[in-house]
Structure formats: C-alpha cells, structure tokens
C-alpha cells in the first residue's frame, strides 16, 4: 500500500542554520505530495504541496522538489528561524480513485536561540 | 478560509462508555476525514468519506465507526471506549486532489 516516511523524529538546530526534513514515499499511482505544519495547540496548516516531477515549490521561505525518480519530497530552508519551531508532516495522496491523505509519522522541528 | 468546526474540544469517557465526535465544515467539500494523532506515529486515519450517505475504512478503523448524514456533517464513534483510545483527534475536509483542511482537534481521555 501507499505510504510515507520521516526517518527524523526530532530535529533541534540553531536560529539561522539550514533546514533539511527528509520525506520519501510509496505508491504505484501519479501523487500529489504535500507538506503540513502544526504548531503547538493548533491544528496542522498546508506549507507547500506539489505534483509536478523535478520542479521546485516554495512558501514562506521554505522549499521542496518532488523527485519521482527517487520518491522523494524533502522540506528545506536556507535558514531557520525560532518561529519554525513546529511539527512538520509529509503526506501523500495518491490518485488511485481514492482520495486518502497519507502521512507520515512527523518531525518535530526545535529551533534554538 | 475553509472552516472546520469540531466538538466538543474536549472529552473525558468512561471505560466502555459510547462516545460521539462531531465534526462539521461550511467549505461544501465532498470528502471528509478522522485521523487520530499520537507522538511518534503521526496522523494516522481512522475513516473518511465521499459524500452523505458513504463511509470507508481508513488505516486504523477498528473500535470506531463513522456517520455521514449531509455534506456538512461527519461525526466519529466509539460504541465501547476503551484506554487505547485516549488521544487526540482531527476531523478534516477536502474537495478532490486540494489540500485538507482541519479542525482544531479534540482532546479524548479515556479513564
């Protein structure tokens, strides 16, 4: 079945250093990835979403590229800030005739001072 | 800015008590979505649906059932509550290959 992974549970980085969350995924169909951001006590936020292969995608500061070739879909940013402190979701949506939003398991971005 | 409404925000159940999720949007989306959040397994899918009237199984549906009587209305539940229930959960809507949007989440404690 469809799914995706976050191989990072916990990222903790200092204010003004590059960001990089992994994301790679599963499916036998053409995708629509998507990232989510949920800051604390607050329900998750579309970031950036895409399903065009190799072509980059950007939003407040942060950007990804979907690369089918590897299934990939990493989430970067050329420098943090405290206010990225969040959790970051990469989900999948598959179009098989279903429309289930995959997600991974999450990651936990701490920024600090 | 899409609306997604859930109650209550908070609930604390009994062991083997019925407990109702409610959960309405005013975006007139199709498909509607339970997921259930817990640390280190992310947002996993209980059930979701198509339109009034349809119900599927999500990856994690045993111990829940859903209800879809309108477009607007897509409420969540638990016939016998159990302690493995006590989490967090998020109802969502979403028309086509769009984003999602989600609810605030409510808060279940099952004791």
């Known amino acids: 079945g469809d799914s995706v992974t976050q191989t990072e549970g916990l990222v903790t980085l200092t204010e003004g250093l590059p960001v990089m969350l992994n994301c790679t995924y599963q499916t036998a169909y053409s995708t629509f990835l998507f990232w989510y951001v949920q800051h604390l006590n607050e329900a998750p936020k579309l970031l950036l979403k895409?399903?065009?292969?190799?072509k980059r995608t950007e939003h407040q500061g942060f950007h990804a590229t979907l690369h089918k070739s590897s299934s990939s879909f990493h989430l970067q940013k050329s420098s943090a800030q405290l206010s990225d402190s969040a959790l970051y979701y990469c989900?999948?949506?598959?179009?098989?005739?279903?429309?289930?939003?995959?997600f991974g398991s999450g990651t936990q971005l701490t920024v600090m001072p | 800015e899409a609306a997604v409404t859930q109650s209550p925000r908070n609930k604390v159940a009994v062991t083997g008590g019925k407990v109702t999720l409610s959960c309405n949007q005013t975006?007139?989306?199709?498909?509607m979505y339970w997921y259930r959040q817990d640390t280190g397994h992310g947002l996993r899918l209980i059930h979701y649906s198509y339109g009034a009237g349809s119900t599927e199984k999500g990856d994690i549906p045993d111990g829940y059932k859903a209800s879809r009587p309108s477009q607007e209305n897509f409420s969540l539940i638990l016939e016998l509550a159990t302690p493995s229930q006590t989490s967090v959960y998020f109802c969502?809507?979403?028309?086509?290959?769009?984003?999602?949007?989600f609810g605030k989440g409510t808060r279940l404690t099952v004791v």
């Open positions: 975006n007139n989306h199709n498909n």
């Open positions: 895409s399903s065009t292969d190799n």
């Open positions: 969502a809507s979403g028309a086509g290959q769009g984003e999602v949007f």
């Open positions: 989900a999948l949506r598959a179009s098989s005739g279903s429309w289930q939003l995959i």
